[in-house]
């Protein structure tokens, strides 16, 4: 084929993520070329491309005509499931690409599969980039945040695209080059990670206003506008108002009310769990995120322990506690714990993200990575800026929790923190994120806790030993031999009671 009439780049894999990405990079005037093994979903991507601007963007039914109708060094977009599929698209792909062309997976692939295959790519001569893809199905197509890691080479290709594909913010374009290796995807699962979070932390001020202070939907909507007029001005609340507003079409009401409370999940909250305790790094908030969406899921074990323990005398304290609850105060509480409880989420993630990046000699840059999510993506948030800023201020900051400035904040609202949570279990409602938030900060602010405790268990039951406060180095006590010389004298001394009580009379 002529040069003139080469695409720029290509993407494979048309569901409906590979489309609107597809038809956001022709948009943006790079000519694409794009194949799926499923025709008539080229097919529907040459109408769409039709129809939403005559866009530059050419269908191919073979993986050799996708491949050779892009100028080299050529660079793919892979977007199909993660896993085998990746590597059954490589596969195919590869065999018709040449020394110097590049593979981009777009998809939530486990970090470690991008290493391998990264390793794969260079025996075949080939240069491969991990790329995170946030924003979901809108984002794709107006703007998401990218996150690409693996070969800074693969990535100056093709960066001129990225950054006019990505969303805009005011400090530039939600993109940048994360690090080597499977960098991009591990932040992106860990992007996912504190999304989980976000979720959960919204579920349960949602819950406490309404069996707590028993606001109506509508009510709901208007506080969540509000809040996203503020420091919780985000992407997650924004669409949270809207939930509340939309009518079931099916029958009177909301449409929030007759949905299922069963939350589904696809595995990078999970992979960012793993990963805390791989790295020893604390993410209760997290984890305890992930929990729930584990018992959402025993419906039916939920439905019928609801009535056992009804039948057992358990009663319903949320109306007891209601009854009492001053509704104006309450709504301010429970934005002020949203707010600290994000906080901490937040500190969780970026420390996991610091941890690996030592591990694997990434030197990522968290304020840059706090930049490029604010805008596009589903944690997209104000306050992005100020985390942003805070690693500005100190690259080596040991955790948001010790900036100055969310330090000053935390202590603000932690008193509003407390009554929420304490609320919360008077009226028998479980806020598992807001509780472990809380105790994500009550640990780590005290200077000396009753770990001291469990080492003197681990050194009596195992001979673990422990350090000591007052001197340095390991010690070791034979714990139970210790009281055994006690247990004479003192026996002996109850027994001399009597005759020393004699000598007074």
Known sequence: MEASALSRIGLAGLAVMGQNLALNVAEKGFPISVYNRTTSKVDETLDRAHREGQLPLTGHYTPRDFVLSIQRPRSVIILVKAGSPVDQTIAALSEHMSPGDCIIDGGNEWYLNTERRIHEASQKGLLYLGMGVSGGEEGARHGPSLMPGGSFEAYNNIRDILQKVAAQVDDGPCVTYIGEGGSGNFVKMVHNGIEYGDMQLISEAYDVLKHVGGLSNAELAEIFDEWNKGELESFLVEITADIFKVKDEYGEGELV??????????????????????????????????????????????????????????????????????????????????????????????????????????????????RIWKGGCIIRAVFLDRIKKAYQRNPNLASLVVDPEFAREMVQRQAAWRRVVGLAISAGISTPGMCASLSYFDTYRRARLPANLVQAQRDLFGAHTYERIDRPGSFHTEWTKLPARLVPVLVRSIELLPFVACLFD
């Open 257 to 370: 009310d007759k949905i299922l409370d069963k939350t589904g999940m696809k595995g990078t909250g999970k992979w960012t769990v793993q990963q805390a305790a791989e790295l020893s790094v604390a993410a209760p908030t997290i984890a305890a995120s992930l929990d729930c969406r584990y018992l959402s899921g025993l419906k039916e074990e939920r439905e019928k322990a609801a009535k056992v323990l009804k039948e057992a005398g358990l009663k319903d304290e949320v109306q007891n506690v209601g009854v009492h609850v001053d509704k104006k105060r309450l709504i301010d509480d429970v934005r002020q714990a949203l707010y600290a409880s994000k906080i901490c989420s937040y500190a969780q993630g970026m420390n996991l993200l610091r941890s690996k990046s030592n591990e694997k000699g990434w030197n990522l840059n968290f304020g840059e990575l706090a």
